[in-house]
């Protein structure tokens, strides 16, 4: 881009590396100025849908990545105007889930797992209609950001209802890593969770798969990955039974992911 002055080209470009491909190995945090510096350039070169496309990407990655919430809602305020002001109203649709629930873990819903309120309404969002534009793209973040609230708030039955419901998620969302990876941490939870309560034969598959998938991610990304592998490895260490490698396990979660900057799965850990 340096070399041919194609500066105009950087909001695709890295929107592409940026939004796709760096985060399967580097801290999803390093993602986050390059993103920043998509939606600035390309609001300065016209290139609008690139700049709102950055911003779906952007306020996704810092979900994930523990940034502090009444900050962020601060940019996310300013990107609703942007989008509505620009006409980007398929991305605008994009990131009202992303808004919702920033605002349900605010305490600014009247229900914290429904995705209802001042961003959105999820009973009337146009994922709903198959004819929709993005509709599978849409449903797939709808489920994503309501098993989310669901296992944070200890609603597991649903949450495994809706994680279930969302298992294309992979297909569906091109493999973008901050999305599956969360998915799969969470389905895995959920399935922990309830595998304690209603004994394993339902649960052991999923339990599986999630600690075979995450366990290959804490290799090629242990800085996003490894702490939310231990914190796996203790949820079925202790519905082992194995009380004492479980408090371990838990330690080292809680330490890697302050050590890693995502508060909020030290929290969980």
């Known amino acids: 881009i340096e070399r041919f002055n194609a500066k105009d080209c950087l909001p695709r470009v890295y929107v592409a590396v940026y939004g796709h491909i760096s985060d399967w190995r580097e801290p999803l945090q390093s993602s986050l100025p390059p993103l ?25 990655t810092a979900l994930a990545s523990g940034k502090p919430l009444g900050e962020l809602m601060e940019e996310m305020t300013l990107h609703e105007k942007q989008m509505l ?25 009247a229900d914290p797992i429904k995705l209802v309120g001042e961003a959105m309404h999820e009973g009337s969002w146009p994922c709903l209609n198959a004819d ?49 990876s969360s998915y799969v941490f969470l389905y895995g939870l959920t399935a922990l969770s309830l595998a304690r309560k209603q004994g394993r034969l339902k649960w052991e598959g999923i339990i599986k798969t999630t ?9 090629s990304a242990p800085w996003n990955c490894k702490h939310r592998m231990e914190l796996l490895s203790a949820e079925y260490a202790y519905l082992e039974g194995d009380v004492a490698a ?8 809680a330490t890697l992911a302050k050590k890693h900057r995502f508060v909020h799965d030290e929290a969980l850990a």
């Open 85 to 109: 002001e620009m006409n980007q109203h398929f991305m605008h649709i994009r990131t009202q889930p992303q808004r919702q629930f920033a605002l349900n873990l605010l305490g600014k819903s």
């Open 132 to 180: 929709a534009r993005g509709s599978a793209t849409l449903k797939a973040i709808l489920y994503f950001f309501r098993m989310w609230l669901e296992y944070l708030f200890g609603e597991y039955e649903l949450a495994a209802e809706t994680g279930a419901a969302n298992k294309d998620i992979e297909r569906t969302l091109m493999g973008r890593f901050v999305t599956l």
């Open 246 to 253: 479980a408090m371990e396990l838990y330690e080292r979660a």
């Open 36 to 60: 920043k510096e998509s939606i600035d350039i390309g609001l300065l070169t016209g290139d609008t849908e690139s700049a709102m496309s950055a911003v779906v990407y952007y306020q996704g």
């Open 211 to 219: 600690m075979h998938k995450m366990q290959k991610w804490s290799k």
